[in-house]
C-alpha cells in the first residue's frame, strides 16, 4: 500500500510540474498527504482550479465535481476543527468551510461533522439550537408549520438546501404555507395590497420576510 501511494505522489508530482493547475491532480494529491499544511494546499489548490483537465472522463468530472469539492471543503474544514492551535481565527475558519460544502452538495458525513463542530464550538448559535434536532424540528405535526418555517428561516443557506433535499414533503407545506401568506399579504395588509406601491418593493420584502 505504502509503495502504490508513493509511486501515486510521484506520478502526481510529474502532473502538477507540467501543469500546476491541474485541480484534479491537486484533489488526489492532498490524498496522499498526511501532514496539515500540504494536504490543505492541495485541497486550496484544487477548489482554486476545478476546471476540466483531463484525467478522468468530462461527464463523471461534471457530474461529480459537486461532491469532490464538497470533499475538499469538508476535509479543510476538519483540519480547522481539530487543529491543534486551539484559536478562534481557526474555528471561524472551519465553520466557514463546512457552510461552503454543505452548499455545494448535502450528503449525511458533511451534515453530521458540520453539526458535531456547531454543538461543540458554537452551542449557544440560535442555528445550532435547530440542528441539534434537525430532523425533530422539521418533521410536520399538523399545527407546526409556522413553526417550522421560523426554524428554516434561521438556518444557514446550507442547511436551508439540506432540509429542502432530505425533508421534501415539509419544504413543499412550507412553499405552500409561505405562498398563502404572501397572497394574504398583497391582498389584505397595508401598503402592500396597494396598487401604487411598488411590485419590485413588494418582492424584495416578501423575499426578506420569507426567505424560502
Same mark, same amino acid.
Given at each position: 500500500?505504502?509503495? *502504490?501511494?508513493?509511486?501515486?505522489?510521484?506520478?502526481?508530482?510529474?502532473?502538477?510540474?507540467?501543469?500546476?493547475?491541474?485541480?484534479?491532480? *491537486?484533489?488526489?494529491?492532498?490524498? &496522499?498527504?498526511?501532514?496539515?499544511?500540504? @494536504?490543505?494546499?492541495?485541497?486550496?489548490?484544487?477548489?482554486?482550479?476545478?476546471?476540466?483537465?483531463?484525467?478522468?472522463?468530462?461527464?463523471?468530472?461534471?457530474?461529480?465535481? +459537486?461532491?469532490?469539492? &464538497?470533499?475538499?471543503?469538508?476535509?479543510?474544514?476538519?483540519?480547522?476543527?481539530?487543529? !491543534?492551535?486551539?484559536?478562534?481565527?481557526?474555528?471561524?475558519?472551519?465553520?466557514?468551510?463546512?457552510?461552503?460544502?454543505?452548499?455545494?452538495?448535502?450528503?449525511?458525513?458533511?451534515? @453530521?461533522?458540520? !453539526?458535531?463542530?456547531?454543538?461543540?464550538? #458554537? +452551542?449557544?448559535? +440560535?442555528?445550532?439550537?435547530?440542528? %441539534? &434536532?434537525?430532523?425533530?424540528?422539521?418533521?410536520?405535526?399538523?399545527?407546526?408549520? %409556522?413553526?417550522?418555517?421560523?426554524?428554516?428561516?434561521?438556518?444557514? +443557506?446550507?442547511?436551508?438546501?439540506? !432540509?429542502?433535499?432530505?425533508?421534501?414533503?415539509?419544504?413543499?407545506?412550507?412553499?405552500?404555507?409561505?405562498?398563502?401568506?404572501?397572497?394574504?399579504?398583497?391582498?389584505?395588509?397595508?401598503? #402592500?395590497?396597494?396598487?401604487?406601491?411598488?411590485?419590485?418593493?413588494?418582492?424584495?420584502?416578501?423575499?426578506?420576510?420569507?426567505?424560502?
Amino acid at each position: 500500500m505504502g509503495v *502504490h501511494k508513493n509511486d501515486m505522489q510521484i506520478h502526481l508530482t510529474e502532473t502538477l510540474k507540467i501543469d500546476s493547475a491541474h485541480g484534479f491532480a *491537486h484533489f488526489l494529491m492532498a490524498q &496522499t498527504c498526511l501532514e496539515f499544511k500540504s @494536504r490543505k494546499f492541495h485541497f486550496l489548490q484544487f477548489l482554486k482550479n476545478t476546471e476540466y483537465h483531463g484525467g478522468c472522463d468530462k461527464d463523471l468530472w461534471d457530474k461529480y465535481l +459537486p461532491q469532490m469539492k &464538497t470533499k475538499a471543503y469538508l476535509e479543510i474544514a476538519d483540519l480547522y476543527s481539530n487543529t !491543534v492551535w486551539q484559536h478562534k481565527l481557526c474555528f471561524l475558519s472551519a465553520k466557514s468551510n463546512y457552510e461552503k460544502g454543505l452548499c455545494c452538495f448535502q450528503n449525511g458525513e458533511m451534515k @453530521r461533522n458540520y !453539526v458535531a463542530f456547531m454543538v461543540k464550538h #458554537f +452551542p449557544s448559535d +440560535p442555528v445550532t439550537k435547530i440542528i %441539534r &434536532t434537525l430532523k425533530k424540528n422539521f418533521t410536520l405535526t399538523g399545527n407546526n408549520i %409556522r413553526q417550522v418555517c421560523e426554524h428554516f428561516s434561521i438556518l444557514t +443557506p446550507g442547511f436551508q438546501k439540506y !432540509v429542502e433535499k432530505y425533508n421534501p414533503d415539509s419544504f413543499f407545506a412550507m412553499k405552500e404555507f409561505l405562498n398563502l401568506e404572501k397572497q394574504w399579504l398583497i391582498t389584505f395588509v397595508h401598503p #402592500f395590497c396597494d396598487e401604487s406601491f411598488p411590485v419590485a418593493a413588494t418582492e424584495e420584502i416578501l423575499a426578506f420576510l420569507y426567505p424560502l
